[in-house]
Each structure stands twice: as C-alpha cells, then as structure tokens.
C-alpha cells in the first residue's frame, strides 16, 4: 500500500513554522493529535487504487489542506480518482481545526 505521508519515526515536537506548508507540518508533528490527523487522511484515501496520484492532485489543484477542506464539494469531485464526497471531508475539517485549535495551530 503507498503512504500518503512518510513512515518515518517523529520526534518534532514544535510548533507549525509560519511559511510552514501545513502538510510538511503534518508529516514531520510526533504530537498524538496529528497522528490520528495523519491516520484519518491515510485511512480516506486507501480507499483508492493509487492514492498518491489523487493526494498530489488535491495539492497541486488547492495548494494547501487549508483549501481542500474548503474547497466545494463539486471541485474535489472533479479530480480523478476522488469519488463523491460525503461528509467525511467536514469530519475532516473538524478534527484538523481541533487539533490546530489544540496546539495553537495556523492552518491557513
């Protein structure tokens, strides 16, 4: 199966940097609240065949988590590979406006 992010061993322990893109910051926290961020995007996308290919998409099409989780329903539904959007994207968006909320988080 292919990660969206890296399996590596996390030891940050810091705060998201301010031109930090929030998904380098995701896969770099050892926080236990953006793990279980990171296991939800990773447990949303292993649905798909190939979910590097729609994750980079989503990235390069929005830029940021930030604008994905904002991002219309009907824009998201337009990439390849991402079927239709239930309401798991606003699960989403709560549980990362949590853990941003939590640790005094910028997801913008």
Do not use: C
């Not at 031109?19 to 279980?36: C, H, I, K, Q």
């Not at 998409?57 to 390849?80: H, N, T, V, W, Y």
């Amino acid at each position: 199966m292919t990660l969206l992010f890296s399996p590596s061993q996390r030891a940050r322990t810091t705060s998201k940097r301010y031109n930090e893109p929030m998904y380098a910051f995701l896969d770099a926290s050892a926080w236990p609240s953006v793990g279980r961020v990171r296991e939800f995007w990773e447990g949303w996308f292993s649905q798909y065949d190939d979910v590097k290919k729609p994750a980079k998409d989503l990235i390069a099409r929005f830029g940021s988590l930030r604008a994905i989780l904002d991002a219309p329903i009907e824009e998201l539904q337009a990439i390849k590979g991402i079927g239709p959007v239930t309401s798991v994207g606003q699960g989403a968006g709560h549980l990362l406006q949590r853990t941003s909320q939590a640790h005094e988080v910028d997801v913008k």
